[in-house]
């Protein structure tokens, strides 16, 4: 059937139409908790027709068609930008249940659990989704070997159940975003026989660990079929290799996909909007805050029942908002990864280096079509964009060579990009010991009732959020509507998906196989919305699809889908954390920059002022990933 339309006749009949915009208006008066999702972010009777003309495209037409009832909301048109900031300007209604400042992982899965619960929820960032730490991750989903160890070796129960909990999340993970997760196999070279035994024993420790949320069963492979595996490791003295799963994720992309998710459900959220200062009651209790919109430049308060802090690295910032006697409670570490060309590694095994010169664990991954490698462990300041340090970079690099053939020169010029991300360990203000750190994750109230979570990592998000929304629920008296959802709420563009999706992208649109892929795994089925915007070639094939990039499968019909659905509003919220252009290869996305400047500026109405603006704050940003000055300059000049 999807055969029969061809790419050139893109248009939508009036029958077609109707007939989808029925089946939403039933959709929309059913009383189910999706009925209560569309009503609340978009009057479906007047927009429908609105939001599908504009695709002028059969294919997507016929997917909304097909597409179960209940599953609908995986072609919600998202409201604009400039309606958040309405709704959160907006006096005339109640306060918000909750008020939750900071839009990375914790933040955005705060909002979708307590959204989903049925609470009036607030979701506010100052700058963009996973513009911090929750963009700048090791991209695993991994239940942690490392803590595996500490449990066996030390009996430690405390580190036995951290792992438990972050197995049983991993599962979760996969299966509420399957096209931006997956699992990937994780080789352990073993260069001693005594060690074949203590990695087996591990690996499947690992596996039983999880129970019946394993993956894939770990495994081990002779010292032949370690190298078939993964051609480009050291044969000197290898004795062979134990294989284990884990997770591996797009981290920015899932952060956006929670936080449209979280719209989706009715949260009015809000990039680029700063908290100034809170607000209190008469009583001196957390009421609210006052914001600013960075965008223009507004200031107004909003008012909530509760507010959460949720600002990872920038916590205690918040924490002196709400007293400026509070003592720091974060530790923060630097983490740095470099990417590297894709034939560093194979496309499908990763590979783990347990035991460093210094002890520390470092992953040498295969991700988004190149190599990931890191990460390092060290004090550092909180700082917006930290820098990489160059000697971090060049302890990696000698790691990975250890561990590489001779044949592949480990070349400091390999590095495509690199950055620093600050990892947020935090001390628990209540503890003994100030000095000692929590080990996982940390929910404090303070006595203004200012509710703070900190620590953790991506993997164990969605159980951080739901004991934090339990907490508030708690604090502040809330009524929820129904109890947690967020086990089974899969996100945006994860319903319709299937991994042979790409297939029906490639014939109905005559788009790239590499672009259709790509999409289909960014995207899931809004894949089909992003597709549906006009880009042609101009070329015999493919006829869709022109790359902002050559050697990238990132298309300029992205760059207006997501300033039109995700609320991108600069350039590097698009070549940073929309597309990923800027985490593979610094000079390319600077490379690109013009062309998305060009784009956006259509989309957004920008000045020539506004241009300049954010070419240079584009530059300044892809400098902290690893750009030289001296492309800057010669790009520039």
């Not at 979760?172 to 035994?197: N, R």
């Not at 499947?204 to 002779?222: N, P, Q």
Request: hydrophobic letters at 40%.
């Amino acid at each position: 059937m999807w055969t029969q339309f061809l790419h050139s006749r893109k248009f939508i009949t009036l029958a077609s139409v109707s007939t989808t915009a029925g089946a939403l208006y039933y959709l929309n008066n059913k009383e189910t908790i999706d009925t209560k999702i569309n009503k609340k972010t978009v009057t479906l009777q007047d927009n429908i027709t609105s939001s599908l003309l504009p695709y002028r495209n059969h294919a997507l037409a016929e997917a909304i068609q097909e597409t179960p009832e209940k599953n609908k909301r995986d072609f919600w048109l998202p409201p604009a930008r400039e309606d958040m900031i309405h709704r959160l300007k907006d006096t005339s209604q109640q306060p918000y249940d909750l008020l939750v400042v900071g839009g990375g992982a914790t933040g955005t899965g705060i909002s979708v659990d307590a959204a989903t619960r049925g609470l009036n929820v607030a979701l506010v960032e100052r700058d963009d989704f996973a513009s911090g730490t929750s963009s700048r991750s090791t991209k695993l989903v991994h239940g942690g070997v490392r803590y595996l160890q500490k449990a066996i070796l030390e009996l430690d129960y405390e580190q036995y159940a951290l792992v438990c909990e972050a197995l049983h999340e991993r599962k979760i993970f996969l299966d509420i975003a399957p096209h931006l997760s997956d699992q990937l196999p994780i080789m352990l070279p073993v260069y001693k026989w005594w060690q074949v035994p203590y990695y087996w024993v591990g690996c499947k420790m690992y596996d039983i660990f999880a129970g019946r949320e394993a993956l894939e069963s770990s495994y081990f492979l002779t010292r032949s079929k370690a190298l078939e595996a993964f051609p480009m490791l050291k044969k000197d003295e290898l004795v062979g290799a134990l294989v284990y799963y884990d997770g591996q994720h797009n981290d920015a992309r899932m952060n956006v996909a929670l936080a449209m998710t979280a719209a989706c459900y009715g949260a009015t959220t809000a990039n680029h909007c700063e908290v100034i200062h809170l607000t209190k009651n008469k009583d001196g209790i957390v009421d609210g805050a006052r914001l600013r919109d960075n965008m223009t430049g507004d200031e107004w308060e909003v008012k909530a029942k509760g507010v959460i802090n949720a600002t990872g690295p920038f916590t205690d910032g918040l924490r002196k908002m709400d007293n400026s006697e509070n003592k720091e409670i974060v530790a923060p570490s630097a983490g740095v990864h470099i990417i590297l060309p894709n034939y560093y590694s194979p496309r499908n095994m990763g590979l783990l280096d347990p035991a460093t010169s210094d002890g520390r664990v470092i992953f040498f991954l295969p991700w988004q079509g190149n190599t990931i490698a890191g990460t390092t462990d060290s004090p550092t300041e909180v700082t917006q964009n930290p820098m990489p340090k160059e000697d971090e970079i060049n302890w990696i690099l000698d790691e990975v060579s250890h561990y590489l053939s001779p044949d592949v020169k480990v070349r400091r010029s390999d590095v495509l990009a690199a950055w620093s991300g600050i990892r947020p360990l935090v001390r628990d203000p209540n503890a003994k010991s100030t000095e000692s750190l929590v080990r996982n994750h940390m929910i404090h109230v303070s006595e203004n009732n200012l509710i703070t979570i900190a620590g953790g990592k991506w993997t164990t998000y969605r159980a951080m959020a739901e004991e934090t929304v339990d907490k508030a629920i708690e604090v502040f008296n809330l009524k929820p509507a129904r109890k947690c959802q967020s086990e089974d709420v899969k996100l945006i563009g994860s319903e319709g998906y299937s991994s042979t999706m790409f297939i029906r992208l490639v014939q109905e649109f005559g788009m790239d196989t590499e672009v259709a892929i790509h999409l289909a795994r960014s995207y899931g089925s809004r894949a089909w919305a992003v597709a549906s915007i006009e880009d042609a070639t101009n070329v015999s094939w493919p006829t869709y699809g022109k790359r902002i990039s050559p050697n990238y499968p990132y298309i300029e019909a992205e760059v207006k889908y997501t300033v039109r659905q995700e609320l991108a509003c600069t350039a590097v919220d698009v070549l940073a954390r929309r597309t990923r252009l800027a985490f593979l290869n610094a000079e390319a996305a600077l490379q690109a920059l013009p062309k998305v400047i060009e784009i956006m500026s259509k989309e957004l109405d920008w000045s020539p002022t506004r241009q300049e603006e954010e070419w240079k704050n584009a530059v300044l940003f892809l400098t902290t990933m690893g750009l030289t000055k001296g492309e800057t300059k010669s790009k520039s000049g």
